[in-house]
């Protein structure tokens, strides 16, 4: 947690591209400008063209957008996937793949130490949620709202912004509120023990890095933290044990990565 690494801002994998697909053009469509009032050259104006006004939402896969964006994400074109995921909540008409571009658009901006627009676009995401289910609820509708698929990531999400921006104690909050509503979301007891342990409450991070990494969360960042969790409670063999691993960890990963 102390380190920026790729994984600490989690976002979904897609649908995927049928197969076969057609081609996805990733440059814009050509459209008539007027000289007079806009510079032809200006790349700004593109972006500002392409809004419902000037695009009918049948012209529009945002499904297809969604992978478009993820794909600029494992490029680390991180500027242009928070641009894709901003029109694919603008253009979709599913709720729950609106909340997710959402977060995914937060994931970008937090590769790009944007924090406050990553806390932006992830208060989107759980704003929206919210509003979805008080809507449901209104209109006597069963079934899962669009709060309960990436709520909890962009809870973890949020957390890691605000920490980052200073804010330590809403990240708190909103870890906690992480865990409850995915109990088993494995990243978000880590990062529930990251800032416990920050607060001196190690016995309550303990049992938070335990339970990440009984769901499969299990890597040196946990156990380093878990290390200095024990350290705290006077438990210095153990410490000194995971410690040992840790750095066992990391030589193997240095040694793949020269391979």
Same mark, same amino acid.
């Given at each position: $947690?102390?380190?920026?690494?790729?994984?600490?801002?989690?976002?979904?994998?897609?649908?995927? *591209?049928?197969?076969?697909?057609?081609? *996805?053009?990733?440059?814009?469509?050509?459209?008539?400008?007027?000289?007079?009032?806009?510079?032809?050259?200006?790349?700004?104006?593109?972006?500002? $063209?392409?809004?419902?006004?000037?695009?009918?939402?049948?012209?529009?896969?945002?499904?297809?957008?969604?992978?478009?964006?993820?794909?600029? $994400?494992?490029?680390? !074109?991180?500027?242009?996937?928070?641009?894709?995921?901003? =029109?694919?909540?603008?253009?979709?008409?599913?709720? +729950?793949? #609106?909340?997710?571009?959402? &977060?995914?658009?937060?994931?970008?901006?937090?590769?790009?130490?944007?924090?406050?627009?990553?806390?932006?676009?992830?208060? @989107?995401?759980?704003?929206?949620?919210?509003?979805?289910?008080? %809507?449901?609820?209104?209109?006597?509708?069963?079934?899962? &709202?669009?709060?309960?698929?990436?709520? /909890? &990531?962009?809870? &973890?999400?949020? /957390?890691?912004?605000?920490?980052?921006?200073? +804010?330590?104690?809403?990240?708190?909050?909103?870890?906690?509120?992480?865990?409850?509503?995915?109990? =088993?979301?494995?990243?978000?007891?880590?990062? +529930?023990?990251?800032?416990?342990?920050?607060?001196?409450?190690? @016995?309550?991070?303990?049992?938070?890095?335990?339970?990440?990494? !009984?769901?499969?969360? !299990?890597?040196?960042?946990?156990?380093?933290?878990?290390?200095?969790?024990?350290?705290? %409670?006077?438990?210095?063999?153990? /410490?000194?044990?995971?410690? #040992?691993?840790?750095?066992? $960890? !990391?030589?193997?990963? #240095?040694?793949?990565?020269? @391979?």
């Amino acid at each position: $947690m102390t380190e920026h690494d790729p994984d600490d801002h989690a976002f979904s994998e897609g649908q995927g *591209f049928d197969d076969p697909y057609e081609g *996805f053009d990733l440059e814009p469509p050509e459209f008539e400008v007027d000289p007079d009032k806009v510079d032809p050259v200006d790349s700004r104006v593109v972006t500002d $063209m392409l809004d419902r006004r000037n695009i009918p939402s049948d012209a529009v896969d945002p499904e297809q957008l969604l992978d478009v964006g993820l794909e600029y $994400m494992h490029i680390n !074109r991180h500027e242009q996937a928070a641009e894709t995921f901003e =029109r694919v909540a603008q253009y979709t008409e599913d709720d +729950r793949l #609106e909340q997710e571009a959402w &977060t995914n658009k937060g994931a970008a901006h937090a590769e790009l130490e944007e924090w406050d627009a990553a806390i932006g676009a992830y208060r @989107e995401a759980l704003d929206f949620g919210d509003e979805s289910e008080a %809507q449901r609820a209104s209109e006597d509708v069963s079934g899962a &709202t669009a709060n309960s698929d990436h709520a /909890a &990531t962009a809870e &973890t999400n949020l /957390a890691y912004a605000l920490w980052e921006s200073g +804010r330590s104690e809403q990240a708190l909050e909103h870890a906690e509120r992480a865990v409850e509503i995915d109990p =088993r979301f494995a990243e978000a007891w880590y990062n +529930r023990g990251f800032f416990l342990l920050e607060r001196g409450l190690s @016995e309550d991070a303990l049992e938070a890095f335990d339970n990440a990494i !009984r769901l499969g969360f !299990r890597n040196a960042d946990v156990l380093e933290e878990k290390a200095r969790a024990l350290e705290e %409670q006077g438990e210095y063999d153990r /410490a000194e044990e995971l410690a #040992e691993e840790v750095d066992e $960890m !990391r030589e193997q990963a #240095e040694q793949q990565l020269l @391979e």
